[in-house]
């Protein structure tokens, strides 16, 4: 079975500083997400990586960047984290080949309070 | 544009119940791929289901079963008989045959209660 871990269920930081949530998987996949889920907003993506060092902006970029060093390992920074950014961050998975009828792969969240 | 419209926000059913979720869907491609997944009360999403355009058949899993139909763009899920366990967000999600991105409805959040 596919597993996507994330580093912390539950996260509470202040405002300013720098935030790292961090997500592994084992089934050497290529592609890896970043999404925020808000209620009534549904998930909307942030950021996406096809392969190591590569990354691609979604659609909600704004006050993250992404780091993919090595392939089983994303993460998200938040530089100077604001409460606006308080969220459920959900990391996701999948293989490669946008034309493969592929599912993506979920972590259980970090739940993030930025007080 | 791709767009993925789940208009009940909240859903409350009793035990033993049916009960059908909506999904209606935009998009101008000719090949794209639907999917569903349960968020339980733990956030995790778990994949229910995918199906491609091309493929109409509707689908049943036991309890589950999900109706595709496209001259309405619509790919509907119904719970039968319905338990207290299936209480979760449910989140309906359209991709493009050419891309990785999964677009997401807003999710409805299903009540069994007892």
């Known amino acids: 079975d596919v597993k996507v871990t994330q580093s912390s269920r539950y996260l509470v930081k202040r405002t300013g500083e720098k935030v790292f949530l961090e997500c592994v998987q084992d089934m050497d996949h290529e592609n890896m997400f970043w999404y925020r889920q808000d209620p009534g907003l549904g998930l909307r993506l942030i950021y996406f990586?096809?392969?190591?060092?590569?990354?691609e902006k979604g659609d909600i970029p704004e006050g993250y960047s992404v780091s993919r060093e090595k392939k089983e390992r994303f993460s998200l920074i938040l530089e100077s984290a604001s409460t606006n950014q308080t969220s459920m961050y959900l990391c996701?998975?999948?293989?490669?080949?946008?034309?493969?009828?592929?599912?993506?792969?979920f972590g259980p969240g970090t739940r993030l309070t930025v007080t | 544009a791709q767009k993925v419209t789940q208009a009940q926000t909240e859903i409350s059913v009793v035990e033993k119940e049916d009960v059908t979720l909506d999904c209606v869907y935009e998009?101008?491609?000719?090949?794209?791929?639907l999917f569903w997944y349960k968020q339980p009360p733990s956030g995790e999403l778990v994949f229910l289901i995918r199906r491609n355009s091309f493929d109409e058949q509707n689908e049943i899993s036991g309890r589950y079963s999900w109706n595709f139909q496209k001259s309405t763009s619509s790919f509907n899920f119904t719970i039968t008989a319905s338990q207290v366990v299936d209480s979760a967000v449910y989140f309906c999600?359209?991709?493009?045959?050419?891309?990785?991105?999964?677009?997401f409805g807003t999710g409805t959040r299903l009540q069994v209660f007892p």
């Open positions: 996701a998975s999948s293989p490669g080949l946008a034309g493969d009828p592929y599912e993506q792969y």
């Open positions: 999600a359209l991709r493009s045959y050419n891309t990785d991105k999964l677009i």
């Open positions: 990586s096809y392969d190591v060092k590569m990354k």
């Open positions: 998009t101008r491609d000719t090949t794209y791929y």
